[in-house]
């Protein structure tokens, strides 16, 4: 396949950043942080797009759909990355949210060569997960071109499925194929080519709003609190105190006896205390309120 680099503003040379190699450090630092600061600017121009977007993964995960990432090397790797904080975040299960590498595991630590030009492979790992049209699908690729990305989204077009893409070239191929494109043109890189820069603190802070938008959407957040949260360390054994306090405004020793009669479950702590009910009335408010800590309250 022939490749045309010319034409991607992501390949393009970045003429504040021509002479880097004589800089001071200080200086270095100063101009890699003031393209930097362009990065927020251009997520902030897609904004709507990442609000279809989100909308498409809530209502899937309101249907017990889930959310597949797709991606190579470095785009994988952030697919990957967001994927695997959402359980101890929200807790998600697992196989809601599920982040796919060109390469397979061993390419989450090391290249894989020729890896990410499979666009059959790309489509095989979609069909070893049954995915399906209740599912969606974003592809991540800076490039937005990547063969094993464009399979994985030909598949999950084919079986009816939401398509999304996040990549940073206008025009790109997975953008003409998505039927959400997200494109934040972040523009060349500190070093050309080197799209883990500019182009890859984009995709990080895309990838945010999608699973944490989608899980405030399905009832993961109450105020700003991740009532879901699982306490795995004594860290988050902490946080769930602190948070059951701050949503009941209840003393530390009221937080601790409701975490207790709600088996370290924090929403189920917070409706029990602030709809006044025991815990198995709390529970059964969450589940007829499709697990809304503000429904199940004012529901009571």
Request: proline share 3%; glycine share 8%; charged share 20%.
């Amino acid at each position: 396949m022939k490749i045309d680099l010319t034409k991607m503003v992501t390949e393009s040379r970045n003429s504040a950043s021509a002479e880097i190699d004589t800089l001071s450090t200080i200086d270095m630092l100063s101009v890699i942080n003031q393209e930097d600061q362009k990065v927020a600017l251009a997520v902030e121009a897609v904004l709507p797009d990442i609000a279809r977007a989100v909308d498409a993964i809530a209502d899937a995960f309101m249907q017990g759909g889930r959310l597949i990432y797709s991606g190579a090397g470095t785009s994988g790797r952030l697919g990957i990355l967001d994927a695997s904080e959402c359980p101890p975040t929200f807790g998600s299960k697992p196989e809601q949210v599920v982040g796919l590498i060109a390469g397979g595991h061993k390419a989450i630590l090391k290249a894989v060569e020729n890896a990410e030009d499979n666009r059959e492979i790309g489509a095989g790992d979609l069909q070893a997960l049954d995915f399906s049209s209740k599912d969606v699908l974003v592809g991540i690729a800076a490039s937005g071109r990547t063969p094993y990305v464009l399979g994985a989204m030909d598949y999950a077009k084919s079986v009816g499925a939401t398509v999304a893409c996040i990549s940073c070239n206008p025009q790109s191929p997975m953008s003409q194929a998505a039927d959400i494109a997200i494109t934040p043109v972040v523009g060349p890189e500190i070093v050309t080519g080197s799209s883990r820069l500019k182009a890859g603190t984009a995709q990080k802070l895309i990838l945010n709003m999608l699973t944490t938008g989608a899980m405030i959407k399905t009832g993961k957040v109450y105020g700003n609190l991740m009532v879901d949260v699982e306490a795995t360390n004594a860290k988050l054994v902490e946080r769930q105190k602190n948070i059951v306090m701050a949503a009941a405004e209840c003393s530390r020793e009221e937080a601790i006896d409701a975490l207790a009669a709600c088996n370290g479950h924090c929403k189920t702590a917070i409706v029990m205390l602030l709809a006044g009910v025991d815990a198995c009335q709390a529970a059964s408010l969450l589940d007829e309120n499709q697990g809304f800590t503000r429904k199940a309250i004012s529901n009571k």
